[in-house]
């Protein structure tokens, strides 16, 4: 499996992942940690020191301050690396193979487990400039706008690991979370296609398929107590099986908070808006909110 990642990762070695996780561990404290304490932290001799900065500023990982003459933080990438070293150890990931979702907030890598199970690895880029949607960060994030991006990216994957937990324990259909760390999150890999890009004919029986769609929007409501809210035919997966899988959900609400009604509401307007629009199925968005918010027994 070759990929950009896994291609610079393998080429780090233990000095220059010291300085990563040293600039890490200051960036709470300074924006741009300034290189003497950096060196003091990463505890290598000067000369090792050196030669594993100016590889690091090479492989572009590094970003020097433009105001502060001698501070260098991390890039996203590094982070990445972080987390994947991190993952690689405590034995979730064996490999990390080429990217596949290029969504909007995230970057998607397929990995492999230590026993050969297929997986994909998330990492979230919520809240960095390079990527414009802040829509969605801003649901769940207004209180901490002004954390450092280190903290709210790992807040996210931590997020968005708990939410699938919840819901995977509880039956819906969705990818089994398997492992999170710092800003990416470890999924069972789901061998199928968007449902945005099914074919006509590539649904045998579309009221079933839309039918377990709405019983893991009705477990998240009623039993988990949660809103997807960024739901549409764009993050759900139908694998090759045929069953439909919700997948991202880091924006998600409580069902208590007082944008959840709107939002479960525009959710199932718009899976209906697909079905029917694409399989002529002629349904009632609003009697389909009542099933999911009625007194049923949540699938
Ligand atoms: N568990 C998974 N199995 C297979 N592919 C996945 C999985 N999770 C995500 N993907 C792929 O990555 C893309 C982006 O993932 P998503 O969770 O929707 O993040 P984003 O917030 O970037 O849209 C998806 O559209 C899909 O192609
Ligand atoms: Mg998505």
Not at 104 to 121: Q, R, W
Not at 144 to 167: F, M
Not at 203 to 219: C, F, M, Q, R, Y
Not at 242 to 268: H, K
């Amino acid at each position: 499996m070759v990929s950009q990642l896994a291609d610079i990762y393998s080429k780090m070695d233990n000095d220059m992942f010291r300085i990563l996780r040293a600039i890490e561990s200051l960036l709470p404290k300074y924006e741009y940690p300034p290189l003497d304490i950096v060196e003091r932290r990463a505890r290598l001799p000067p000369g090792r020191f050196k030669r594993a900065l100016e590889k690091l500023v090479e492989m572009k990982l590094l970003r020097k301050s433009k105001h502060q003459l001698m501070g260098y933080t991390l890039t996203f990438q590094a982070l990445d690396l972080l987390a994947l070293r991190t993952l690689v150890a405590r034995g979730t990931i064996s490999e990390i193979g080429g990217k596949i979702g290029v969504g909007k907030e995230s970057e998607v890598y397929k990995a492999l487990s230590p026993t050969g199970m297929k997986l994909i690895v998330k990492f979230h880029r919520e809240g960095t400039r390079s990527f414009k949607s802040l829509r969605k960060t801003r649901l769940y994030m207004a209180d901490s706008t002004r954390k450092h991006w280190l903290i709210k990216a790992k807040l996210i994957g931590e997020r968005e690991y708990k939410a699938l937990d919840t819901l995977y324990n509880l039956g819906a259909l969705v990818p089994k979370p398997i492992d999170w760390n710092r800003h990416a999150v470890v999924q069972e890999y789901i061998e199928g296609i968007e449902l945005y890009i099914i074919p006509d004919n590539g649904l045998p029986n579309p009221s079933d398929v839309l039918d377990k769609i709405i019983a893991t929007i009705e477990i998240a409501y009623k039993k988990a107590g949660i809103v997807h809210g960024d739901l549409s035919e764009y993050n759900i997966l139908v694998s090759t099986s045929g069953d439909p899988y919700i997948i991202d959900w880091p924006q998600y609400v409580y069902r208590d908070d007082p944008i959840a009604e709107d939002l479960l509401e525009r959710d199932v307007y718009y899976i209906i808006r697909f079905f029917n629009k694409k399989f002529r199925l002629g349904l009632d968005p609003r009697s389909i909110l009542e099933r999911v918010k009625g007194s049923g027994d949540g699938g």
